[in-house]
Structures are given as structure tokens and as C-alpha cells.
């Protein structure tokens, strides 16, 4: 038996998407995590940043630093806010550790269309040079990626929902409308009012409406399996829970397209994958049924009477939204068993 | 001054919107409530059958009986499940008892729709009969209706938002698409599966996906708004809280609208209400900022790049989305203030 | 009838407890709203400081003035962060306004437990001169009470469960343990990881165990009930929901003592009170049956096996731990019904 | 390597205990599901029974049936109703298969305890041949025990925190007082008012006060470790979220005890194991730190003025509370390394 393994470094640990890459990569049978850093709590053990780790892992929390990283791991996953990542993102190339980059940095392919959402980028030099980690849709691309762009949440789960229908032109690529429902862990672990418990519990809002950056993201990696410009009004919405995101995506359907291909259509698509199931038409995916676990639940109707397919996705944001996304692309990149280490079911309940 | 008093039963009071029409009608300065009635808690003390009437009112549940009710009230609210409904309000308003029915069974005005929604009437002699119940659509007809039905949540929401666009023909009559987002305590007060906190918790979920049957109540609503048959797409969802629903729907824009024109026309047709209120764009509605509130919260966003109005409300579903609106209509029917006990502010947080 | 009004000033009017105040003000026949102050939202309309009364109420938040409170207002409710208050407070007193304050500057009564727990005092000229405003204890010290020191959720709680045991002699004074279980809501309105929704949600846990600043204003609340000094272990808990406190104490029995005799001794403490409802021994009380009201509910148990009596409370604790006592203390000083505008019942559910 | 398998069936599976076993043991390298058992889910594929393990694990829930175990399996972890579980626990011993029982039908060591907490035994010639499956403090026990009884949330979490106390003589073993707080799931998978989604959110509540079948069996386990009867009151509660447990206990100190040596008895007692983390003075237990997880955390306060030691623990009620201890037990008892398989993070937040 094969016991390679491949030393990693998780920059930004300390953040969700941080403590979940460490618990992600613990349970990994082929990673070895070799350096945790973090910014702010550099110096802090890292059972003290991350207090689910007491008990479970040793050291501490290191300042970044690219030379380091290179001399101890061949990969880095970056979980660092948009903007900051670009940068570091960039030693860390220049040295040739392989990067999974969580941040939404290297996420776009058109620079005015980065800029005009972004503003200047941090790396421009790199631009356009990452492959864009969802596996479902990249696989071929990611065995050699050097530098991958993790896709976030909202495009991940609306991504998967609409994707076959319109690689199999089941809905008309116009007029989409993508309605997401996520829990308070998509905004990070910075304290915040719209997260603070009294005005979170109880309280279900939009925000950004129609103006999230992700928009784009989306926008493009549609375009891209519809084989034309597809433009959509994206919503996103706060409720009160912490992990997962449910989408709700509406698009016209073409003549006589019934629930049953739109079923069949995103089984094709996602055939042999480790970490998409398709459920039956009438049963409706359901975040806690995902929770923990990098597994996305796809599922379809139609409505008749108004000539319209619905088509739903439901993720952890945190998991398949992020950090399991980034440990899938790792095995991809470095030609392991797909969901190696991923295939864990959701903590439920 | 004043002190005349209505007096009013409360039929089907152990169920939540019968605890909620008990708690606004204590408040009401002009109503009396004469009798609690209800069937599977009938001899238990008020205060066991409802524990947050402990301390604040004596008495017990009572069998319905129509002529105990027309004998000592003038006025009686029916918190029944759909179907059951329909034969005690008819019994009812034999004997004269003004009535507002919480219940779908007189909400649709139209014989074979109800039918294929619902089937069987219970009470045909008395389809039709009925003042639709939202009193910013149907003021007028309310002052003089002896049987009102009371819209449910999903559409008071939903017409709220979308009522103003139609009426200033801001968006297109077809391709609506309503999402909604409700709260646990829309299910009723009998304990199931989905809303066991455990898995109710962490967990949101679309359900009875375009086939909901508040679809031709709403769609009937609407077109009479819009003077021309309207035909969307409706999708409830649970979001794991109590109270609350948030409908966030989308329609194609008229060329050139823009969210200030929205918001206009929303204040023009909700002028003088006492319980709309109309957010300035770019404000989004929140159900913690209604709870507990016979009030509603509107909000419109244009999108620009898709053509497309989004329109958002939020109200608490057992206040203005059941109860407070029942007691709303109350005040037209006999003549009070519409916002008679009805203007306290949400409980926040 | 008489329609005499007293004006009232809200000061630190955008917090919690402040949103609570005017909320019950708001509903209270005899209390005008003539003021309200808040300094980090002087300026902003109060709808926008306090969504929940958008389409409630207009005017500003007004930045704090002594002079302005004077001219306008016979009474202030004072919000204020501990330390913060006493300065501000004794300005008002100074220009001869009635103060209600709900922060600990006047709690205590003696000068060196105060400064052992809370350091210097703010304004020591005053220090001894407040009455503690828990009615159910000192109703008739607050009838000519010009300050009024408002206790807070816990002491609220804890003294309504225990003095009725201490004052009829049936628990011993030594020994008592107080575990104390609160919602968010208790910690205010600024953003804090503990309180960051996900961290908030699925977590339970103690904290400033047997250190809280709350535990001598208890102490000398039971003291003077029993007699004799009063020593307790007081240990709070934070719990995820937004309102409520439930208190669990234990107390060693006197021989013999029966759950009907604490029952008993409840009854008889608190009878007539608008407030406090005493429960039959087995039904425990529970948050959820109080939030929102200015109600505690009151139970007791004797655990035979082991000689203990076992005393609850629920509380709201931004009502009857806050806010809601604070009008009841006004009630009680300008000589209103003491239930007047707090005879709501709870929210439910 | 070694790559021995122990083939298991899991009975009662489709409950909250059963499926958090089946989670557990797909991720443990030397256990083989090899039969999953059901009785109201019997012919069911087990991805609709439990959905978070569709795409992960396909077969049916089958009916119970001893020989079929005992042809299949070597083991088998029982997760049935107390009552219910005796007979088949009975049947499969007769058949010599190794039993796990998660029910409270064989803790009990006294015959006279049980009937009077319990009734008559549901196989009663297998009375007292149980090992009690709290490995931390029946280790040895447990390495060639046939028939294991596997503790509950309840009297797990307290013994651990407890345990060190009465052992190292550092609190009176008379006195002492348990308060726990526990989530939902640890009421079951079956719908009831008390979880109700509505009525649970925002709800905290006692129940089952001083009168809860736990209490024996804690009692049994740290008289055992006193040397000496203990008698102590436990009193459970019920608080809004799906999973964990927190217990404060209370006990009187000996003289001049400190925290210091509260944790060290701890850090004693618990050394080398992989369940249990000793937290210093100063840091307490949250349930969010150990969800998913089957960790302990434990941690000590002594209160001076009161001469007090307070001891928490912190546990998720379905792991370490039920079926990771199950598992943990299963090691022991096979030899493998204590916790193989048991080693994950809490998944936090």
C-alpha cells in the first residue's frame, strides 16, 4: 500500500474555512498538516484559536511566512479575505508551492469584469492563471493546476443546480433567478450585528440584492456549459443557523421538459462523482441532511401551470461551500481517490 | 368617550393563531372576549390549555356550541384547519354571528378552482360569499361583510409586495416568481418530523414545491389587481425560527422602471395604512424588525443588468399574516380605528 | 376619568433594554414619551436606530442633556452601562427628576462591597440614597422613591425563587446554590464572539462562575428577607435563544418541608401581585411562557431523597429583569395600578 | 498491517443513536457494518430512512432477527428503547454474539434499584452480567465483557466531572447537586410538543425534577469511586439546540481545596485517555467545542466565599453521550487502540 503523503500548510487557519481545512485534513489519510498559520493569533496555540482542537492538536499558530512554507509543505490551502489573498497567494507561487486559494482572488477570467467588481487586483501578474476548483465542472483542468481558485458557496451550490440544465438546454439560458438561503457562518467569524444572536435568531433578510460578487463568478461559469452569455439576478439571503446553503434557482423551461430529464440530465452530469447526489423528483434537498459532510443534494421541478423549472442544491457552506471543496481539488491535483478523506455523512441530526 | 364593546368568541383557541387572536384581543380596547372555544382541550383551564395565559385569565375551554356563541357574542373568530372550518362558520352566520374566518375555505371565489385545489366544499350554500380579508386591497367591501376571510400568510406577504407593482403596471403580469421563507409556527401546533427541533434546526428546506395550495388565492388576488389573468410560480420554504415569513419575489421590470418608482407606488397605495410600511430601497425587509407585529415590511430593488423587479415583505405570520390581520378586519367591520390595538411595535430582539 | 400623564425621558434609549422601554412605554396609558437620548445615535431618526419602529415612531435620538431632560420630562429611565450611569444619574437628581435606573451603580448598599466588586463609585454622593426596585420586595420603600435602582435579570429571578423559602424559614439560609441559565439577549446589543450567531447556536456554558457581580446584590437581597447573612454560589450559563432566564436554585430543607409549603409561602408573598405567578408543584416554569411579558413564573420541588428544596423562576429578561420592572416601579411611584400596561401576556410561542 | 475487521449489525438504527453509530463506524478502519436493524423502517432503503446517508451507503433497514446477527456479525450495537432493548439483548447473548446496549436496561447493579426506578426486567436471568461501558472509569472491565451497558448523556457527563472530585477526597461525597442542560436530540427522533420547534426555540425548562431514571445509575458509579454512598440531586433541563450537554455540579469542598488540585485529580484520572481533555482553571466547557465529537471537556471552579467546588463537563450527547462511547467500549473490547476511529475534531462552528 501506498503510504505517500503530502505535506501541507493552512494559511489562515483560524477562521472557519480554516478550522475546517484542519479538521478536513486530520481525517485525511494522504495529507499531512505540516504548518498552521494565522495573522492575528500568531503565537496562540492553535487548541486556544480553535478550541474544538484541545486535546486534539499540539503547536501553535505561525506568522506566514512564504520561505517556511515552501521548506515544509508542497501545498498551501489559503483561507484569507479577499484581497489579502492575492499577494500572498503570489510568494507562495513564486516558490512553486501548489495553491488552493479559497478566497475569490483568481476566481474570474476577465479582468475588467474582476476590476469593475473588485477593483485593482493584488497579483495581477497571476491573473487568469488559476483553474477554477469545482471539480463537477473542471476535473480534467485540476490534475495539473498549480494554482487553484476554490470556488465559494453561492456559485458552488447554484452552480451544480443549474449547470445541467443548461449543458442539456432544458431551461432557456435568460431570466435565470437564483434565490440563496444561507446560515450566519458565511459571513466568518468576525462578531458583526447582523450575526449577533438576538438579531440573528428569528430573523431572515436579504442582502446585497442583486449586487453580490459573486455574480460574476457565477455568471461565468454558466456562460461556459451553456455555450452563450448567461445573466442572472442572484439574491442572497441570511437565516438563522449556522451551516449551509440552500439555492432555489428558476428558469424558464424549454417545451415539454419534464422534472424526470432535468433528474436524469444532472445524474449524467454528475455520474461517478463522490460528492453530488441526485435526489428523485419530489424529494427536496435539505441543508441538514449535507451538514459536515462535502456532499452537495441536487433536486428538480417542474411547475407546469407556469412553464417553469426549479431547481434546488443544498450545501454546507463550509464543506462542499469551501474547505471540502478545496481537499477535493487537492486529490485531484494530486491524483488521489476523488473523495479520499470526503466521504464522511452528514452529522445529522 | 366611547366604551361600547364587541363582544367576541374565539373558536379553535388552543391552536397557535388562537393563542395569538387571545393575545391581541386582551390588548383591544373595544373588544370583550365572551368565550374561548375549542374541541380536544374543551373543560381544561384557559391557562393550562395555553400556559402564557397563567396568571392573566381564568376560565375554561369550551365545546363550540353556535348557539351558546351567537347568544353571547356578537362577533366570533374561527382558527380552524382548512375543511373543518366550513361548516361551523356556516352554522355561525345561520344564527347571525358576524364572522371572520381564519381558514381557506372562503378565500377563493372561484367554484371549480376551489374544487381542484381542495375538493369538496363544506359549506357550498355559502361559497362565494365571503369579503376577502386583506384590508389593504378590500377596504371598502370589508365595513359591511358578515363573513370574512381572513387570508393565511403566504398571501398577505406576497400580495403586499408584488399588489403595488401590478396595479402601476411596473412589472410584467406573468414570469412572477415568489419565494418564501417561513418560520416553524406556520405548521400549526401539532408536533411532526420536520418540525422536531432537531431536525428542524440547522435545516431549511423548500416544500410542496409550486403545488402549495395558497397558489390560486394569491394568483386570484393579483389579477384582480392587474386586471388580467395572473400565473406565477410559488415556492415556500422553512427556515429553521418561529415567527416570521419573508417573501422575496421577482417579476420582469417595465422598461426604465426603477426601485425609487417601486417604492412610490407602494406608498401611494399603502398610504394611511397603519400597518404597511414602506422601506426605502436599498433597506431590506426583516422578519425580526415585525415580530410580534400586526405590521408589514415592504422593500423593492431593481436589478439592472437582468431586467428584473425584486420586491421583498416581511410580516409576522401569526399577526398580520393570521391573527392581528383578523382583528385588523374586526376594526373595519364594526367600525373602529383599522389599527385599533394593533400599532404596538415588534418585540425586538 | 382621569388622563393625567407623566412624561418620560429614555435614556441610553438604543439598547436593548432601551428598545424595551419604549416598546412598553409606548402601550402604557399614562406615560408620554418625551425624550429620547442615546449617544453614539445621536442624530439618527429613532426608526432607524430601532428598526422595529419604523411606522411607529418619528422624531430623533437625541443626545443626552440634564437641563433638556428637566424641562421636558418629570421621570427618566436610565439604560446606561454600569459606571456609565451613576454621573449621569446624578445630574438628573440633582435638577430634581425622577430616575429610574436600571444599571448596578445604586444597587448596593454598602460602600465597601461595592467598590470590592465594581471599584470606585461614579457619583459616592449619592451611593445608599436609591430604592431597590424589585416591587415585590420593597413595594412600599418605592412609593416616594425619587430613585430607583432597577435589579437586573438575575437578581430579579434568583430573589423571586428563593425569598419566599428564606422568609418562611422552610430552606436553610447557608448553602444555597444558584445555577442561572440566560439568552443572548443578556449581554446587549454590541457584537461579541460568544454572542456571534455561530458560536451562539448549539453552544451552552458557564461563565464568571461564582464571580458575578450580580452575586452580592443577591446576597443582600436575601439577607435582609432571612435575617441573618446570606452566602449562595451563583453560577450564570449563557443558552441559545434571544430572551429568557431561567433560574434553577437548591436549597437544604427544613425538616419535613413539603413542595406544598413553598408553594404555599409563594402564594402568600406574592399575593395580588400583577406580576408573579406561582406554579402548581410539578409544572416547572419555562421561558418560552413568559417572554415578552412582565411576568415571572414562580415553582417549586423537594427532592425527599436528598433533603433539598429545588426552586425556579422564569423571567423575560429584558422585561421583568429590565425593563418591565422598571415600569413597575414607575407604576408604583407615581401611584398607578402597579400591573398598569404590564398585563400582557407572553408572546407565545 | 493488520487488517482484521469486526463485522457489526447496528439494531435500532434509524433512530438519532443509531445513526450517529452508523456514521462512527464507516469511519472506523476495523469495523464492518453488516447488518442494520429496524423495526418501523424494516424493508426501507437505508438512504431514505436516514437521508444524510444517501449517496453514502445503499441496502435496506432490515427487520431484527437474532440468528441473522449472529450468522453476520460478530457484534452488535443495540440503540433500543429502554424496556424494549432487554429481550433482544437477551436473544442475542443466547446466540453468543457480543452485545453493545445503549439502553439503561442493564446499568443497574441492583435488582431493588431497578424495580423501583424501572418495573420489572425485561430479562431478568441476564440481570447484573453487564460491564458498565464507561471505560475512563471501567477500563479493565470492559477488555473481556460480553454484554457491555453503555452510559447515557447524563450520567456520563457527571461522573466524569465528578469522578475525580470523590476519588481524590476533594469534595463531600453528601450534597451534592447535578444541573444539566441538554439539547433535543436527547429526547429521540419522535415528534413531541416539548420539541416542537416553536415551543422549543426560546424554551428553557426543567423536567423529570429530582425524579429522573439517571439518577440511581449515577449514583451507583460514584458511590463506587466514593467508597461510600452518595446521594446527590439531579436535575435535568431542557435548552434550544439539537446536541450536547452541559453539567455544573456543585459540591461542598473539603478545606482549603483549590481549583488547582480539582484539575490535577482530574488530569490524574483521565491521563492518557483519548476522550477527555482536563481545561485549566478559568476556561469553561461549551457544548459547541465537543458537537460531533466524542470528547469530554472538563473543567473546575472553586468558589471561596462559599466553600464550593463547581465542576463542569461538557459532552455531545449522542457521541460521547451514546454511541461514540458505544464505539469507544467496542475498542476496549477488541483490543484495538481506545480511540481508533474516534479521533475527529468537534466540527466547530
Not at 141 to 163: I, K, M, Q
Not at 242 to 250: C, D, F, N, Q, S
Request: charge should be negative.
Amino acid at each position: 500500500m501506498d503510504n505517500e503523503e503530502v505535506s501541507v500548510a493552512v494559511v489562515g487557519a483560524t477562521g472557519y474555512a480554516g478550522a475546517e481545512l484542519i479538521r478536513l485534513l486530520l481525517a485525511h489519510p494522504r495529507a499531512r498538516i505540516a504548518m498552521v498559520c494565522g495573522q492575528s493569533k500568531a503565537g496562540v496555540p492553535i487548541a486556544e484559536a480553535l478550541p474544538s482542537l484541545r486535546g486534539v492538536m499540539s503547536g501553535e499558530v505561525e506568522q506566514f511566512d512564504a520561505g517556511a512554507v515552501r521548506d515544509r509543505a508542497d501545498a498551501a490551502f489559503c483561507a484569507l479575505p479577499h484581497g489579502a489573498s492575492a499577494p500572498i497567494v503570489g510568494a507562495l507561487r513564486d516558490r512553486g508551492v501548489v495553491v488552493f486559494d479559497l478566497s475569490a482572488d483568481f476566481r474570474l477570467g476577465d479582468r475588467p469584469t474582476y476590476e469593475q467588481w473588485y477593483g485593482d487586483h493584488g497579483a495581477p501578474e497571476r491573473f487568469g492563471t488559476a483553474a477554477y476548483g469545482l471539480v463537477e465542472l473542471h476535473r480534467d483542468e485540476l490534475r495539473d493546476a498549480d494554482l487553484v481558485a476554490v470556488p465559494g458557496c453561492y456559485p458552488t451550490s447554484a452552480a451544480l443546480a443549474l449547470a445541467p440544465l443548461l449543458k442539456a438546454r432544458l431551461v432557456e439560458p435568460s431570466g435565470l433567478v437564483v434565490d440563496s438561503k444561507s446560515g450566519a457562518s458565511g459571513m466568518g467569524r468576525s462578531p458583526s450585528p447582523t450575526g449577533h444572536l438576538p438579531e440573528a435568531a428569528e430573523g431572515v433578510r436579504a442582502y446585497k440584492v442583486a449586487q453580490h460578487r459573486h455574480t460574476p463568478e457565477l455568471e461565468q461559469e454558466l456562460s461556459a456549459v451553456a455555450g452563450q452569455p448567461v445573466r442572472l439576478t442572484f439574491v442572497p439571503h441570511l437565516v438563522p443557523m449556522t451551516r449551509g446553503i440552500l439555492v432555489t434557482a428558476y428558469g424558464t423551461r424549454r417545451p415539454g421538459v419534464t422534472a424526470a430529464q432535468c433528474t436524469e440530465a444532472a445524474e449524467r452530469l454528475f455520474e461517478g462523482s463522490p460528492s453530488v447526489t441526485v435526489l428523485p423528483p419530489g424529494t427536496n434537498p435539505d441543508t441538514l441532511w449535507v451538514r459536515g459532510s462535502n456532499r452537495a443534494h441536487v433536486g428538480y421541478w417542474v411547475d407546469e401551470r407556469a412553464d417553469r423549472v426549479i431547481a434546488m442544491c443544498a450545501i454546507d457552506n463550509l464543506v462542499k461551500g469551501a474547505s471540502g471543496q478545496a481537499v477535493q481539488c487537492f486529490n485531484v491535483r494530486f491524483g488521489f481517490d476523488e473523495g479520499l478523506g470526503l466521504r464522511a455523512p452528514a452529522q445529522w441530526p
